[in-house]
């Protein structure tokens, strides 16, 4: 591609030249990589690119690169698992491709080097290491082979000796009827437990399969948000006037304009899509008015337009102060104290009198941004009477919800189809954008894509809860667990999204993965007017484990104890109760302390943890899934189902199941989210999609196999297979009853962090409890990623807020971990079976980074003897 022409290069490349690959995830920021494009040889960010440099510039994107490089690449990043969420991609594969243009050959640490500039939040990033090395080398084979065949006398053409170049879409046309299939010399079994690759990995590399904000619709019309410029604030009068005069502005809308319910929530229904003239703003993220207009920059421009006259108020931002009988409300009429959940067992403070020794401490986790790199964006159009919403959320089904419930219509008006999502973590279970662009269009009789930048994205979506913690561990003198006290209050924020449920699980989880006889734990979940605060990966259980394992240390010093020892002495084994009273099956925990015993003996600086953590919602809630298998022919079979795909492989483990269980080609499967198909589930969260669709697609397979006994595929064409699997039988935290199963399942896992001579982190091992492995390459991604997530949490991320307001917008300043800050991470994966899930599966998404906080705060310890006891650490290593 050449430009010639004056305007600003990423539009350019996206909205004049139709070229997604190059993707947004820092809104010109220039932090992220995501839209690294090669200009005359070398990587670019084209966000940072003045048009005017690029007069006569020869420009390459992920579309035209070589065909021989950008198929060895892209299927190099499929097989090797570097495609999680796939948004990064692209922007890493151009890094690549500048790499091989000045070092075909490089080195692991030089493509390390190389990628830096470029953010992962799914990977951990040694995954894609390992595909840009393993194709590399496939084309400098490429190369050798060339060079001696025209070593030989006679060759004219070089093309006559390049290898064949495999068909593109290799992975889908390969025939796999033996449960495998080759594709350029690399083997690729889908049997569930096998490196399948995930599904539509290589078109996702190369940024050729559709993101939201990647899509345009026929007619399309942009909006954007005005937010409320203070946390807490009477709203007099929103005056539009001048806005509705600017350039390209369709319409201005407001509360007013909203013919349903005003609020949504997952939990609490206490979250207004916008607040009316004369409402009181609960924090910085809350939508004031929704401009429609021919493009997304004249909706942003006239946003600003809009004058809002307010009488700022005093606002609550100190959740301490928050909790205190007599503060601010912030939901007037309501106590700020959202809940508390306690649980007793045994009186503490006699077994704290006789402890042979106690560790106390006040421990303190911070507020950190999911930092997802696809924002949120949603497209919504008339379809019908109703609407058709293009979504990236977590829940399809909860999103038709909250939709229908918004515009005043039946649930069955509303659907929603899910696409790829570019990554989630939790962030993206609360609606955002979904709402304002299913009432933009319902009225507008128009599609409507709304797109939040990242500055919004950080304002708007609930993050990490901030915790804090006084807790109190005894143990005997032959250091045995003999009580615990906890006191924890965290920060929710402006609304409820599913706080309430993350000081639950900090409740739950109080013990750790070990064995407790006493305890007194107390969890209190507190409104604020600060940006509010939800699910995010782990749960609260990071929070608590880290105040947990590093009491656990603490006792060690003062008694003596080894500190392995002390951990497989007290840990969580079958027939053993968690805190909660939960009788355990399936406990493969002391596996995994065996599997790290000797490296964690032999280092001289490290921190050791163990986490335990819960598959499925539970507490009382359902967890279950159905599915639909609709043969279609025999080359086409559609399963449909209502999980989230956000790079944790939901679709891939599905096509392996329904394979294993019928022996159906992979290769033939397609998978849809989309509530057209009435398939009612819930929020694609707790680490459960994979134990509850599995067991679906388990009982929908028993009668495919059946028929399939009487008739070829091809003979049940046409018809459709239903599955369903329900959990129904948990129960609440300190519920009456003899038997508490407060979750179906729960994974667990040991972690090590090895410091350096200079006490920064080497290495971490991570030894998990899978169950059952159901893909071994997306296993260790997961785990990969989970602990670049947890060393960030530990050492680095951070999200501070000062009267409401974050200190700091900038993508760069959250901390996020880039390729030279991670050490080696070696994963030990241990399959001790689950009752309950698939094959004996057990949830992997979230407990990868449970333990990673806490044993890097212990190994600081070991090589400092300083107990840190508030996150984040603040050291940023460098091994
Ligand atoms: Fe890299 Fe998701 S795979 S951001």
Redesign the pocket.
Known sequence: MRVTRRSRFFDHLRKENRITSAKD?CSGQGVCG?CTVEINGSAKLACRTKIKSLEGAEIVTTEGLPERFREVISRSFAHKG????????PG?IMRAKALHNVNPAPSRDEIIKAIKPN?????GYVK?VDAIASAFEELNNDQKVLQKSLAVAGVRNEREVLPKAPSFDGLKSVPTTDASSRLAGVRCSAAVGEPYPKYMAAETALGARDFVDDMRIEGMVHGALRFSDHPRARVVSIDVSEALKSPGVLRIFTAADIPGEHKTGLIVRDWPLMIAEGGITNCLGDVLAGVVAETEAMARVAAQMIKIDCRVLEAVTDMHEAARPGAIEVHSGRSNVLETCSIRSGDADSVFARAAWLSTGIYETQRIEHA???TETAIAMPEDDGIRLYSQGQGVYVDRKAVSEILGLPAEKVRVIQVQN??GFGGKEDITVQGHASLFAWHLKRPVKVHLNRDESITMHPKRHPVWMEISLACDRNGKFTALRLNALGDTGAYASVGTKVMERVVGHATGAYSVPVVDIKAVTVYTNNIPSGAMRGFGVPQVTFAVESCIDELCRMGGFDRWQIRYDNSLEDGKRTATGQLLRGVGLKKTLLAVKDAFSMAKFAGLACGIKNTGVGNGMTDDSEVSVEIVSDKKIIVSHGWSEM?QGIHTMAIQVLHHETGIDPAIIEVKVDTGADLPTGMTTSSRATALLGNAIIDASARIREDLAQGSLRQLAGRVYRGRYVCDWTCKPGEKTDDPAIHFAYGYATQVAILNDEGAVRKIIAAHDAGKIMNRMLFEGQIE?AVHMGMGYALTEDLPMENGRPVSLKFNDLGILRADDMPEIEVIGIEEKDPVGPYGAKGIGEIGMVSTAAAIANALCAYDGIRRTKLPLRRRDKS
């Open positions: 995830g995501a570097a495609v999680q969420c796939g948004f990064c991609s890493m953010l992962c939040r799914c990977t894609i997802f790199l696809e570019g990554g790079g990623g």
